[in-house]
């Protein structure tokens, strides 16, 4: 069993494309056991594509990937896929959709109940401590469709947890909330991340929030890693000058 401070996730020299569009062209990273590490770049830099080569969904063209222990050049392993949990990007979701708080939580269970077992009492129990832990349990049979933008980002964070994973991948979890629900998930991501003993990888366009609750930052353009280090090492305005170059809307 690795210990804290170990390499968990290794990736080398990953090259990634999308028919014609190169996503990555050559990222080498490594994250030890218990950091949390920030995803920032422009759009197009290849964030995304980069958390989907630790969920073992990335296609490589060429290079190598590990994560905990368990190559995943050839696919993800079943066994680690459970291990993994993951917060896609906010979706847009049909009011109508028949299906309440607990039972979105509860499908992040599947993955360790598999296809033939019903849920049990213990994953009941994992159900609602994540949903508590999320400040959720009030809400547990409100239809998922019928709740703001935050409250289905607590959800969907939860729905993660209840996997009991060992990484924790966030794709851009405060985007298009407003400045209190960015503030609140941010310090959420913070607090699971730290309670849980996760190791976390979370893509963000909240440089200074980032800059608060991340050990590390990795800034990316056109593909590349292009810095990264303490957050009071490359959140200089000369450096993000030459990342963002003159686009505007940088959240700060
Ligand atoms: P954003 O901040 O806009 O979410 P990102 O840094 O996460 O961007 P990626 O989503 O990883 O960037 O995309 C990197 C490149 O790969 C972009 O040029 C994008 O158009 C391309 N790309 C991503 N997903 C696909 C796909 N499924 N099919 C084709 N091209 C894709």
């Given at each position: ?104 939580v509860?499908?992040g269970r ?20 994540m ?31 209840a ?90």
């Amino acid at each position: 069993m690795p210990s804290a401070g170990d390499v968990i996730i290794k990736i080398e020299d990953a090259v990634v494309s999308y028919r014609e569009d190169v996503a990555l062209r050559g990222v080498t990273l490594t994250v030890r056991r218990g950091e949390l590490v920030g995803i920032i770049g422009p759009n197009g830099a290849g964030k995304t594509t980069l958390l989907t080569l630790v969920n073992g969904l990335g296609k490589l063209l060429r290079g190598r990937v590990e994560v905990l222990g368990y190559s995943l050049n050839g696919g993800c392993p079943d066994i680690l896929r459970k291990r993994i949990g993951y917060v896609p990007q906010i979706q847009n979701i049909d009011p109508r959709m028949p299906v309440n708080v607990w039972e979105v939580v509860m499908m992040g269970r599947y993955g360790r109940l598999g296809l033939l077992r019903r849920p049990g009492s213990t994953d009941r129990q994992v159900v609602d401590c994540m949903l508590k832990l999320v400040g959720m349990s009030h809400l547990a049979s409100r239809p998922i469709g019928h709740l703001s933008g935050g409250e289905q980002q607590r959800v969907a964070i939860a729905r993660a947890l209840a996997q009991e994973p060992d990484i924790l991948l966030l794709d851009e979890p405060t985007t298009g909330l407003d400045r209190r629900a960015r503030v609140e998930i941010m310090a959420l991501v913070n607090e699971i991340h730290r309670s849980r003993h996760l190791t976390t990888l979370m893509v963000t366009h909240e440089l200074r929030t980032a800059a608060e609750v991340c050990d590390r930052l990795v800034l990316m353009k056109e593909g590349r890693i292009w810095i990264q280090g303490k957050p009071e090492e490359v959140l200089r305005e000369e450096i993000l000058d030459l990342l963002y170059g003159d686009e505007e809307g940088i959240c700060s």
